[in-house]
């Protein structure tokens, strides 16, 4: 019959998968600590944004920029002249004199047609590339309010997971004490006992501070203080890893933010070429004149004026040759970024892969019968057929593989969200993505 100490240690192995799967606190819709809410992914986005002030001042560029539209196709302000000659007193007219007289002139200037046209159409594109702009902006804060989730989510588990197995090590520390006390046991295994004991309150000083500082990070992207405590995070449910990495590269090459803002920018250079090679032609101009003199009917007077683009040479032609580079510039930009596109679709793709492969290994392999390895080192340990080291060693090896699994899926859910940010596809809920439950029933 197994003593009371060996059915202690085996009911908390037994135990330690489940503990770290028990459903956690009631939902809730704040990030805040409490007894009964959670920290939803969701709400930590959607907060990341509300309260992103970088988000806000793109959206008060684009809201700028569309005050400048009707500034862009607007004529230019007419002028007003009045004067006078003869008299040195201001607008007097001297008798009997033809010469002497006052007047007005009203003038405007009139741009070649087509003119006002492209540039409220370069206009509407430096609007379109802010929007474009603000969406980049609006994927990275959801990327990094989903990395900072993750890591958070992976610490915590991390840390609860080395808390169990500290409890695992003194229970067994007491068994060996126990041992020994009745002569069954050498004090080293005692000894030895207490001493990974010790190295694990290393490991959790280490992941508490890992924790802290995650939590730091959150509460930095909700803009408030870093000392703000938060709810744990919820369970996560592994997402679906895309099938084909095909489909990932053109829906990346047809959705990716940074390419949008530069096909915008091609989209200006070009409209930009056409208005420097409509600077060619001349501009208009009308003036009115209204003169009142001595003795004599008033005088109206009509002036047409045109302008010549004589020195084109050194002006209009260097402004269209400076135009036509910088849409080649922009282009070669949008073409090396498709080139980046695919290695970071490429590689992002890749991590999930491994990490969906490995999760795999440790919830349905590794886990399982490691913490089988040691239930029989345990029991040939309690029985004298056993030593110390074959259960401390099991232990040790069932707490890293535990973290690793958090790892891979924190690693797993981040290599998603990349792969989301690139593009604007919201990964599915996978419930046949191997979750560390399932090996703790199998077991």
């Given at each position: ?17 489940a ?19 959670v ?29 400048h ?5 607007a ?10 000659a ?14 002497s ?22 206009a509407?594109?430096?609007v379109?590339?802010?929007q474009?702009?603000y969406?980049?902006i609006?994927?990275r ?5 989903k990395?900072?989730?993750?890591e ?14 500290k ?5 067994l520390t007491q068994l ?5 006390r009745?002569?069954k ?9 207490q ?5 694990l ?19 930095t992207?909700l803009?408030?203080s ?18 084909s990495?095909?489909?990932?590269y053109?829906s990346s ?12 920018q ?38 047409f ?14 402004a269209i040759?400076?135009?036509a580079e ?6 070669k930009s ?13 590689q ?9 492969k ?7 392999g590794v886990?399982?019968?490691t ?7 345990l ?14 060693a099991?232990?040790?090896?069932l ?6 699994y958090?790892?891979q ?6 290599a998603?969200?990349?792969?989301e ?5 919201t ?5 046949s ?5 399932a ?5």
């Amino acid at each position: 019959m197994k003593s009371p100490w060996l059915c202690a240690v085996l009911a908390v192995s037994s135990a330690t998968w489940a503990w770290s799967q028990q459903a956690g606190p009631q939902a809730g819709g704040n990030v805040n600590a409490s007894n009964s809410q959670v920290l939803h992914l969701d709400d930590l986005v959607r907060q990341a944004l509300d309260k992103s002030v970088e988000a806000q001042s793109a959206l008060h560029t684009i809201e700028a920029m569309k005050h400048h539209l009707p500034q862009a196709q607007a004529l230019p302000d007419p002028t007003v002249a009045v004067g006078w000659a003869g008299n040195p007193a201001p607008f007097s007219i001297m008798a009997r004199d033809a010469s002497s007289y006052r007047g007005a002139t009203v003038s405007e200037q009139f741009p070649y047609p087509g003119k006002l046209k492209l540039q409220g159409a370069i206009a509407g594109k430096d609007v379109e590339a802010a929007q474009a702009a603000y969406e980049a902006i609006r994927r990275r804060i959801i990327l990094e309010a989903k990395t900072a989730y993750y890591e958070y989510f992976y610490d915590r588990k991390a840390l609860q997971t080395a808390q169990h197995n500290k409890e695992l090590l003194e229970t067994l520390t007491q068994l060996a004490e126990s041992q020994y006390r009745v002569g069954k046991a050498s004090q080293s295994d005692v000894l030895r006992s207490q001493v990974e004991v010790s190295l694990l309150l290393e490991k959790l000083i280490v992941l508490e501070e890992q924790r802290d500082e995650a939590q730091a990070r959150i509460n930095t992207l909700l803009v408030r203080s870093v000392e703000t405590p938060l709810a744990p995070a919820e369970e996560l449910q592994p997402a679906t890893i895309p099938d084909s990495i095909e489909q990932l590269y053109t829906s990346s090459a047809e959705n990716d933010a940074a390419k949008a803002i530069q096909e915008k920018q091609i989209e200006r250079d070009r409209l930009s070429v056409k208005l420097a090679e409509r600077q060619l032609r001349p501009d208009f101009g009308v003036s009115y004149m209204l003169q009142q003199r001595a003795d004599q009917a008033t005088m109206n007077g009509l002036t047409f004026s045109v302008s010549i683009p004589v020195f084109n040479k050194t002006k209009q032609r260097p402004a269209i040759a400076e135009a036509a580079e910088n849409l080649i510039s922009a282009e070669k930009s949008r073409d090396s970024r498709l080139n980046q596109i695919r290695y970071e679709v490429k590689q992002q793709y890749l991590v999930a892969t491994a990490a969906n492969k490995l999760m795999t290994l440790y919830s349905k392999g590794v886990i399982p019968q490691t913490s089988l390895a040691y239930e029989s080192s345990l029991a040939a340990y309690q029985t004298g057929k056993g030593d110390m080291q074959s259960a401390l060693a099991n232990i040790s090896t069932l707490l890293n593989y535990e973290t690793d699994y958090y790892r891979q899926l924190a690693d797993y859910q981040t290599a998603l969200a990349r792969i989301e940010s690139l593009t604007n596809a919201t990964p599915s809920a996978s419930p046949s993505t191997p979750a560390i439950a399932a090996a703790t029933k199998e077991k």
